[in-house]
């Protein structure tokens, strides 16, 4: 089978990176001769040198700025149905380890070697993105591989994210088995919540602010909380379990706060709950306009900077919402910000963050830095996919 797999070379000198195990072959990288041009999007190659050094099974896409992503670097070992199984069994086995009891993120992409694969498991049930077109085409032993080491009940397909346009894939949604009615309970923090995991955000519940939810919940304890942004009340019902006094849980969605009500009644908090149907700066002037003040604030916005050309304007949206949000704390309260935004660096959202709080008159203290949870490991060479940022301050 190797020796089936088309070749496809790098420019002189330009193969270093790759050797010393950067996953990512950019297409100026690449010799794009007819043959590599000719090639489908997702095939799976042969890497190798200019000077015809192997440098692993990849796979490729003519037509993308990330034209290879390395899976193998033993050139003797095939990509099948085996190698996929050892995969997906490593990856389950941190999970267990780190979060035990079926409820995490299994497949975090490159960091597993499992590059453009995203699985969410919700017990019996995984949703899947397939964000790069070398995973469609793999996605045939790589679904026998799910079934030998999991066989999950149903599985979800969430083939809408904005990664597959720049792949050159079609945006679908799908359960390609079993079937799923309405909401999933999920267990996280010793509380129930509730995934939408064929029509909510992502794949129905961000397990990636796991940690950062428990250490909200931890100093909530009678507390006043305000949680914008809610979606399905990750951080606002856990906090009422963890003794907050009053939560009001702000969302635009209809059906995100439904899921945030049905987490409150189960986990027997729904009288400290209270919900807001808003656009938050819109509700936050409101609320600054009537002297609320709370012991907690959480602003977990969704991005605001979906790609590079958005960053200017991202960054002045989070300077006004820590400023808005930091006007709302009451003396000697907390305020947790945070930015899934891949492309605002860490660095900018604390400036920006830092300024905001000190635009409406405030000293801050940061008690914790933090990013997403251990199921969404870190390729060690792709720093920039540490795409979550959060900040959780004691104000004065």
């Not at 037509?63 to 070992?77: G, M, N, V």
């Not at 979800?156 to 994210?161: F, K, N, P, S």
Request: one cysteine or more; hydrophobic letters at 45%.
């Amino acid at each position: 089978m190797k020796s089936e797999l088309p070749t496809v070379r790098l420019q002189p000198q330009r193969h270093k990176r790759a050797r010393t195990g950067y996953p990512w072959i950019f297409s100026n990288e690449i010799q794009m001769d007819n043959a590599a041009k000719a090639l489908a999007r997702g095939a799976l190659v042969q890497l190798a040198a200019s000077h015809g050094e192997p440098l692993g099974t990849a796979f490729f896409n003519p037509h993308t700025l990330i034209a290879a992503r390395i899976l193998e670097r033993d050139p003797s070992r095939a990509v099948d149905e085996a190698w996929c199984a050892d995969r997906i069994a490593a990856a389950l086995a941190l999970r267990e380890r780190l979060h035990p009891g079926g409820y995490y993120r299994l497949v975090h992409a490159e960091a597993d070697g499992l590059p453009g694969l995203v699985i969410d498991r919700y017990g019996d049930t995984l949703v899947v993105q397939r964000n790069a077109a070398g995973i469609e085409t793999l996605w045939p032993q790589l679904s026998a591989a799910i079934d030998r080491v999991l066989s999950p009940s149903a599985i979800v397909l969430r083939d809408d994210t904005p990664a597959r346009a720049l792949e050159g894939l079609a945006d679908t949604v799908s359960t390609v088995r079993g079937s799923v009615d309405g909401p999933i309970r999920i267990a996280e923090n010793d509380a129930a919540f509730f995934a939408d995991v064929a029509g909510g955000q992502k794949t129905g519940w961000f397990y990636d602010q796991r940690d950062n939810r428990r250490a909200v919940a931890s100093v909530a304890a009678g507390a006043r909380v305000l949680d914008l942004y809610t979606y399905a009340g990750g951080f606002g019902v856990l906090a009422a379990r963890n003794g907050a006094t009053q939560v009001t849980l702000v969302d635009r969605s209809d059906g995100a706060l439904d899921l945030a009500r049905q987490a409150a009644e189960a986990n027997g908090v729904a009288a400290k709950c209270r919900y807001e149907k808003a656009e938050v700066f819109a509700f936050l002037e409101r609320l600054a306009g009537a002297g609320e003040r709370f012991d907690v604030v959480v602003a977990d916005p969704p991005a605001f900077a979906k790609s590079r050309k958005d960053v200017p304007t991202a960054l002045k949206g989070y300077r006004k919402l820590a400023r808005m949000s930091a006007g709302l704390v009451a003396p000697r309260g907390f305020l947790f910000a945070a930015s899934c935004s891949h492309n605002v660096t860490a660095e900018s959202f604390l400036e920006e963050v830092a300024r905001g709080v000190h635009d409406a008159g405030r000293s801050a203290r940061i008690v914790r830095v933090a990013g997403a949870a251990g199921d969404h490991p870190l390729h060690p060479h792709l720093p920039e996919s540490a795409y979550l940022k959060a900040l959780l301050m004691a104000l004065d």
